[in-house]
């Protein structure tokens, strides 16, 4: 999804010239300096606003004309603009979520083994079954919120 925004810059041919090379290094440049002194860089992708979240028509900044540069018309914006997604930090969110979805799936399986050792007589639970079960309940309960969203996030 990010490198949807390619075709777009293919578009200004000078911009693209000079961002090409850099886009499609196989490094990572990780200064804090100017694109053009950069290596390699990645492109970010997304933009919503506080009050209208993926509803375009809430939008309400403004992009002005504001004259022109080597690389055509520059556009100041007047209004309250959020941008998300960054590919690199994208992948260790995966990851994270790849880590936590695999403890939520073992404690569950140990959960269900210690119900399972005890199901003949409900009354006689193990103490770690009693303890564990609504403290997994809560933890997994929570997490699904967070985790979705970083999901919707990651994949646009």
């Not at 509803?55 to 403004?62: C, E, G, L, P, Y």
């Not at 809560?138 to 999901?151: N, P, T, V």
Request: glycine share 6%; hydrophobic share 40%.
């Amino acid at each position: 999804m990010t490198f949807a925004s390619v075709p777009v810059l293919e578009k200004n041919k000078k911009l693209f010239a000079a961002l090409s090379s850099k886009l499609f290094s196989t490094e990572y440049d990780a200064r804090d300096i100017a694109w053009q002194e950069k290596n390699a860089i990645m492109i970010g992708m997304g933009m919503t606003e506080k009050q209208g979240g993926s509803d375009v028509r809430t939008n309400q900044t403004i992009a002005t004309r504001h004259g022109t540069s080597t690389y055509g018309d520059i556009y100041l914006l007047n209004g309250h603009k959020w941008f998300f997604s960054a590919p690199p930090l994208m992948r260790n969110v995966l990851c994270d979520l790849a880590i936590e979805s695999e403890a939520a799936t073992i404690l569950m399986l140990h959960l269900a083994d210690a119900f399972e050792k005890n199901s003949e007589d409900k009354n006689d639970l193990t103490e770690d079954a009693v303890n564990c079960y609504p403290a997994a309940k809560f933890w997994i309960c929570k997490r699904a919120l967070a985790l979705s969203g970083e999901a919707m996030e990651v994949w646009g």
